[in-house]
């Protein structure tokens, strides 16, 4: 799999990145459990595969998924050579506090089995009022400055809030979600942001919650109700790949790996045969034709889930 540098933080990574939301289990989200065991299995498949990153967070499944990937990297006898996980700070209820912060990533620490934590975001902020979160970036940093951490990113989803910490500066890595996919452009502006900063940047949620994966069994975009402009925009997306012999999540995740400066493409993964129709994906030939007609698709940005 193409491996790329990680902005500035020296660090190199596979195009795709694991997702480990739906490791935790988190029906309410995404419709279906998963045992702790076919979690196992999926990380220990993961590993042995092409990709060379995991991305999960504190608060799935209040740490549930960092939990199955911990025991995971125990059973594999330790994570396999140049294999990151990047993982996330999160709020406990409301409090995001400098403590908070730092318990949280004792607790990853702890549930992960690991010491070294390489990439650390703040996950989330923009639900939390933006003044009182100082407390909470600034330990971030210094937990980096004091070696305990590595490298800082920054994740989230509202363009413009997530655009307001950035102006605080120290961030290293971008990831943003469901708003940079076939059918929503909400974050390009924060991405050609970033870049200019020179920030690395993550696309994470490129099928909208399911949609673009499933575009004949699921209704919602980014976790609610889509628009019928947008339904009408997947079905004609859909019926279009049919027509060139491929599918709507093959062109969904292209959409996002190819998009010049997105460095990792976070895909949830939580069946063992994903990671490799992931590479069958990869190695799809998607004619140009197909990629300018999927473009001249995008609904009005009326439709996307925010206007900048």
């Known amino acids: ?14 195009a795709v990145c694991a997702g480990g939301s739906g490791l935790g289990s988190m029906p ?10 076919q979690a196992i299995e999926v990380v220990l498949r993961i590993f042995a595969g092409p990709l060379t990153w995991i991305d999960t967070s504190n608060g799935y499944s209040d740490g549930e ?8 990297i125990r059973e594999y006898g330790g994570l396999p050579d140049g294999f990151l996980v990047a993982t996330k700070v999160d709020a406990l209820g409301a409090d995001y506090s400098g403590a908070r912060v730092r318990a949280s990533v004792a607790e990853s620490k702890e549930r992960l089995g690991l010491d070294d934590l390489p990439l650390v975001y703040l996950h989330d902020p923009e639900f939390h009022d933006f003044d009182s979160m100082r407390e909470a970036v600034d330990t971030l940093m210094q937990l980096r400055a004091d070696g305990e951490i590595g490298h800082v990113g920054l994740a989230g989803g509202n363009p413009r809030e997530l655009s307001r910490y950035l102006d605080l500066g120290g961030f290293e890595v971008l990831l943003v979600h469901n708003r940079w996919s076939l059918v929503d452009h909400s974050a390009g502006a924060l991405i050609q942001r970033a870049l200019s900063d ?17 575009p ?12 019928d402009a947008v339904l009408r925009a997947i079905a004609e997306m859909d019926a279009l790949c049919r027509s060139y012999g491929t599918d709507l999540a093959t062109a969904a995740l292209r959409h996002s790996v190819d998009s010049p400066g997105i460095t990792g493409t976070v895909v949830g993964i939580t069946k063992p045969a994903r990671v490799d129709a992931l590479v069958t994906a990869l190695e799809a030939d998607l004619p140009q034709e197909l990629v ?10 009326r439709y996307w889930l925010d206007l900048k």
């Open 65 to 72: 998924s960092e939990r199955r990937i911990g025991q995971a």
């Open 28 to 37: 309410a989200v995404f419709g279906y459990d998963v045992t702790a065991q």
């Open 198 to 214: 020179d920030l690395a940047v993550v696309n994470a949620a490129i099928y909208g919650g399911g949609i673009l994966a499933n």
């Open 292 to 301: 300018d007609e999927l473009d001249a698709l995008l609904p009005d940005p």
């Open 216 to 227: 004949q069994g699921a209704t919602k975009y980014g976790y609610r109700d889509a628009p």
């Open 1 to 14: 799999m193409d491996l790329r540098p990680l902005g500035t933080t020296g660090l190199t990574v596979s």
